[in-house]
């Protein structure tokens, strides 16, 4: 054998014993507890999920596809990217002898809602949509300069409103002026008014002004910590919200990947929060913050009604585009 033939043949040889970048589903170990929580083997979920895993950079990042879904997983990190749209995981994903693991409640309540939508049982429309602008009268939301919150949650909720109803849907606000609503009174005002999903509008701020993006939060589901330290309400308990948690994560999702992709913002991801209005709503319901008043560019943006403009046809295209899959029912 010439030394180049040997060569070649090392490099196959090599090649067929170097472990595959395919990770096999295999039946031994295929869940685990770790620190007390329950863990499933990602290969084992993806494979009854009807996904192919990979490593990108073995040990720690990881691909699950197929011909509709590429997901993105860190080991050791929450951070996760689905078809290109940030959600943040309830847990890390872990990895033992060289398998990665992903939470019980991960793969049930984050990714299983995203890949196979929920549905409505059969005949169940999504009709009424009740939209929520965050703060009012003295509670200002926060104050950039002369901008307040308040005021932008207001003007943002009147274009969807107009944008939704054209659209075919029954729109009602927890307010249509500057008014104090207290937090408990939003859900219940969408159940009064039999609202199908709950949508409250928020605008942020940070005092590092080069912060910016969007982000969508919806309840987090029991037993797992919420992803903001500002949670109301912390605790891990189970909420009147719960009952919605793959429909709350599918609304969500569409939410984040609508706004992320027609308003070219920064993608700061899906979150999970306790917040009172996602608590209590008895649908389905997110939080959405459209972005930072602190942020000179963005925060201009928000006082565009222009811009405004795009972005209730965003929420408004999300809207639809869960009611068609939800409505799909098997
Ligand atoms: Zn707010």
């Known amino acids: 054998m010439k030394l180049a033939n040997r060569r070649i043949f090392v490099l196959l040889l090599a090649q067929f014993i170097a472990p595959s970048p395919f990770i096999a589903a295999a039946p031994e170990s ?14 084992d979920w993806a494979q009854k999920s009807g996904l192919e895993v990979h490593w990108v950079k073995q040990d720690e990042t990881l691909q699950l596809s197929n011909s509709r879904f590429k997901i993105r997983l860190t080991v050791n990190s929450s951070d996760s990217d689905v ?19 992903l939470t019980q409640l991960d793969a049930e309540d984050t990714l299983r809602p995203i890949l196979f939508p929920p549905a409505n049982r059969p005949g169940a429309k999504i009709k009424t949509i009740c939209l929520d602008p965050g703060h009012g009268g003295n509670d200002p939301g926060y104050k950039v300069g002369d901008k307040e919150e308040k005021k932008f949650t207001l003007l943002l909720a009147q274009e969807l409103r107009d944008q939704l109803a054209k659209a075919g849907f029954k729109v009602s606000l927890t307010r249509t002026s500057d008014k104090k609503i207290e937090l408990p009174m939003r859900p219940e005002l969408a159940k009064r008014r039999g609202a199908d999903l709950f949508i409250s509008l928020h605008f942020n ?14 309840l987090t589901p029991a037993g797992a910590p919420s992803s903001n330290a500002r949670g ?54 997110v939080l959405i913050e459209g972005g930072f008043l602190s942020h000179p ?29 939800v409505e799909q029912g098997r």
């Open 30 to 43: 295929a869940s685990a507890s770790i620190l007390g929580r329950q863990y499933i083997r990602v290969a």
């Open 297 to 325: 560019v963005e925060g201009r943006k928000i006082g565009d009604p222009g811009y405004r403009r795009q972005m209730a046809r965003a929420i408004a295209d999300a809207v639809t585009a869960y009611k068609r899959q």
């Open 83 to 101: 078809n290109g749209v940030s959600v943040r995981l309830l847990f890390p994903v872990a990895i033992r002898n060289g398998a990665p693991y």
């Open 232 to 285: 109301e309400g912390a605790g891990a308990g189970s909420f009147p919200g719960n009952r919605y948690n793959d429909k709350n994560m599918f609304l969500a999702y569409q939410m984040q990947k609508s706004l992320t992709k027609s308003l070219a913002v920064e993608d700061r991801g899906v979150h999970r929060a306790r917040f009172w209005v996602l608590r209590d709503a008895t649908m389905p319901a």
């Open 205 to 218: 701020a940070f005092p590092q002004k080069t912060v910016q993006g969007t982000e969508v939060y919806c």
